[in-house]
Nanobody, 113 residues
Framework: QVQLVESGGGSVQPGGSLRLSCAASGIYFSINRMGWYRQARGKERELVGS???????YYVDSVKGRYTISRDNAKNMVYLQMNSLKPEDTAVYYCNIFGSSVWGQGTLVTVSS
């Protein structure tokens, strides 16, 4: 009954921007910390960042200053704004409800020339 659906992925040139969305249903969204993860080809899934129920954000060093996580509790949505994208950012991006092992299906981001 709990479902997360990512969207907004696509192909973008290096230096470009992309905004990912995650729609949540079946949960009290406003009380959950939400996370964004990514998994590149041949590599393990890694944390990108997270946002608390109150909007406090955390980012890993590799994306800090380029990525921004936000949420709209009224709409049960969490967003990942990605700027200055690099080829190394190419991955399938997933949102996650922290502490619940609930994941979305992922959305593919490809950064290439």
């Amino acid at each position: 009954q709990v479902q997360l659906v990512e969207s907004g992925g696509g192909s973008v040139q290096p230096g470009g921007s992309l905004r990912l969305s995650c729609a949540a249903s079946g949960i009290y969204f406003s009380i959950n910390r939400m996370g964004w993860y990514r998994q590149a080809r041949g590599k393990e899934r890694e944390l990108v960042g997270s946002i608390s129920s109150s909007g406090f954000t955390y980012y890993v060093d590799s994306v800090k200053g380029r990525y921004t996580i936000s949420r709209d509790n009224a709409k049960n949505m969490v967003y990942l704004q990605m700027n200055s994208l690099k080829p190394e950012d190419t991955a399938v991006y997933y949102c996650n409800i922290f502490g619940s092992s609930v994941w979305g299906q992922g959305t593919l981001v490809t950064v290439s020339s």
